[in-house]
């Protein structure tokens, strides 16, 4: 089939149970909306939300492309899948890319991800990776006593607390709020975020279907955290998170996180995806919790508690169609310690 238009991937794609929330046509336009170009590519055996991205002019119109969490797999049969990457080289090699980065949406050692892997000839692990490739992922079956039994004694304690302490939790809160609060703990813990119109963006584009609810939980009207849900098919996604540096002792963040899961579980939702953790191994993660403070450590330390399952991605891969020329970005990158 080939590529194939926005209306059309949102009518046969999106509905399909495995497609994530980054293979979205929401997640294509707010792309579109900065800096990328989005392309969606569709066979009998895979569809992909291919973005390129335009490189300096002196490189005469190259670009590097980019599938996150994705392809959405349709079928099983792996000769169809060889042909799908071929679609996939083709209208990459037009759109001029250096070279294609794709992070699947299979957890690893998977049946799903061993298929889609064994069709990946001539791709390599990445120098970097864009999402983080490990997460901690909620099941939604039992609600309220179920969750609770499954999330440590202290989660546990702080969730029943925040219901005691006079906060109030807005459903679809101002945005302009949550970006102020992002400000603060991009600040505070020493990490770069988006700018005020990219989460207003976002957020505008999923919510039109339904998708997103940005949450702030106040006290006597004091806007303390924010929480950005989306929800795509059977799972809802924390992708991000802010919280003020005051009356943090009101646990505003664990609240906020219990009313997410309510809402997933009512919009029927079977898993609660909490994103981003350390890429290390579950016994590294759990030695060195309660003592590392860099990069998602700390995000780790709060996750952990809620009683969800460590799970990892198949990983991040490159296919390079300029090996010298993706040598000298992987090096610059590696350097700069960046992503692309």
């Known amino acids: 089939m080939g590529i194939i238009t926005e209306k059309q991937w949102f009518e046969t794609v999106e509905p399909i149970k495995n ?53 959405v797999l349709l079928d099983a049969d792996a000769k169809k899948l060889a042909l799908f990457w071929e679609e996939v080289h083709k209208r990459c090699h037009s759109r001029k890319a250096l070279f294609l980065r794709v992070e699947p ?16 000839k001539g791709f390599r692990p990445a120098f970097s990776t864009i ?41 679809n809160g101002s945005v302009e709020t949550f970006s102020q609060l992002m400000d603060l703990t991009g600040e505070r813990n020493e990490f770069g975020v988006h700018s005020d119109a990219y989460y207003k963006r976002c957020y505008e584009l999923f919510s039109a279907e339904g998708k997103a609810y940005n949450l702030i939980a106040r006290y006597q009207g004091k806007p303390l955290a924010g929480l950005m849900l989306f929800i795509q ?17 009101r646990m505003p963040n664990h609240l906020l996180q219990w009313t997410a899961m309510q809402l997933c579980e009512e919009k029927g939702c079977d898993e609660y995806d909490l994103w981003g953790i350390p890429d290390e191994s579950l016994e590294t993660l759990e030695s060195q919790f309660s003592v590392r403070h860099d990069g998602l450590w700390p995000v780790y330390r709060f996750k952990r508690g809620f009683g969800g399952e ?16 993706y040598w000298l970005i992987a090096k610059y990158f590696k350097k700069h310690k960046n992503g692309i």
Not at 105 to 120: G, H, Q, R, V
Request: charged share 25%; hydrophobic share 35%.
């Open 105 to 120: 949406d299979t957890w690893e050692d998977s049946a799903e991800a061993d298929l889609l892997l064994n069709s990946m």
């Open 310 to 325: 460590v799970r990892r991605t198949s990983g991040s891969f490159d296919f390079a169609y300029l090996p010298p020329l």
């Open 233 to 249: 098919g059977k799972r809802g996604y924390y992708l991000y998170g802010a919280s003020s540096n005051e009356e943090r002792n």
């Open 19 to 71: 497609c994530s929330l980054l293979q979205t046509s929401e997640w294509g336009n707010l792309k579109r909306e900065f800096g990328w170009t989005p392309e969606y590519l569709k066979t009998e055996a895979a569809g992909a939300l291919i973005l390129f991205k335009k490189l300096p002019k002196w490189l005469l119109g190259a670009t590097i492309a980019y599938i996150p969490r994705g392809p």
């Open 131 to 171: 999402q983080p490739p490990k997460t901690i992922v909620i099941p939604l079956k039992g609600e309220g006593d179920g969750w609770l039994a499954r999330m440590n004694q202290k989660t546990r304690y702080n969730i029943r607390l925040s219901q005691k302490k006079d906060l109030t939790v807005e459903e």
